[in-house]
C-alpha cells in the first residue's frame, strides 16, 4: 500500500511539474491556440470560395467576399504589428487586390507574421503597455482583440456561404 501511495506521489509529481513548464505561460498559448483556431479556419475559408464568388455581396452596401477576406489581411498585419511594437509590414490590401490568388496570398503572409510576433511573446511581455486604436493596452489583450475581429468576420464569410448553399469550414466534418 505505501509503495502504491509512493508511486501515486511521485506520478502526480511529474505530472504536475510537465504541466508548469507546459504553461510557464498560459496567457500567451490561449491567445496562440486561438489565433490557430481561426487562421486555419480563414486560409480554409479562402481556399473553398471560388474565384467567382469573391465579389460577391449580400447587400450592395457590404464588403464583398474577397474584400472581407483583405479587411481581415490588413487587420491581423495592423493589429499584431501594434502588439509587436512595430510598424505593418503591408496594408491597403481591401481597397488594392481582387484576385482569389493575391487575397490568398496576403491573408496567408499576415497569419505568418501574427504568428512570428505571438512566437516571441510571454505573458510578462504580454503585459507590456503598447499604443492601440482603442487606447494604451497590453501586448497580448491587443492580439487578443485580433482573435476577436478575425471571427467577427469570419462570421460574415459564413453567413455569404450559406447564401450561396456553401457549407464553411468550421461546419464541415472534420471542423476547425
Not at 513548464?21 to 479556419?41: C, L, N
Not at 480554409?44 to 452596401?61: G, N, R
Request: glycine share 6%; proline share 5%.
Amino acid at each position: 500500500m505505501k509503495l502504491i501511495h509512493t508511486l501515486s506521489v511521485c506520478a502526480a509529481l511529474v505530472a504536475t511539474t510537465s504541466l508548469a513548464s507546459a504553461q510557464s505561460d498560459p496567457a500567451t498559448a490561449a491567445v496562440k491556440t486561438q489565433f490557430g483556431m481561426i487562421s486555419g479556419v480563414m486560409a480554409k475559408t479562402a481556399e473553398k470560395i471560388p474565384e467567382a464568388m469573391y465579389s460577391f455581396k449580400a447587400t450592395p452596401e457590404v464588403r464583398s467576399m474577397g474584400q472581407l477576406i483583405g479587411h481581415i489581411a490588413d487587420s491581423q498585419f495592423s493589429m499584431c504589428a501594434a502588439a509587436a511594437g512595430e510598424k505593418a509590414p503591408q496594408g491597403g490590401i481591401e481597397k488594392s487586390m481582387t484576385s482569389k490568388a493575391d487575397l490568398s496570398k496576403a491573408l496567408a503572409d499576415s497569419s505568418a507574421y501574427c504568428n512570428t510576433v505571438i512566437a516571441g511573446m510571454t505573458d510578462a511581455k504580454g503585459m507590456e503597455i503598447v499604443k492601440f486604436f482603442t487606447g494604451p493596452t497590453p501586448r497580448l489583450f491587443v492580439l487578443s482583440f485580433n482573435v476577436s475581429h478575425s471571427y467577427e468576420h469570419y462570421g460574415n464569410l459564413v453567413t455569404y456561404m450559406r447564401l450561396n448553399k456553401m457549407v464553411p469550414p468550421s461546419s464541415e466534418r472534420s471542423g476547425m
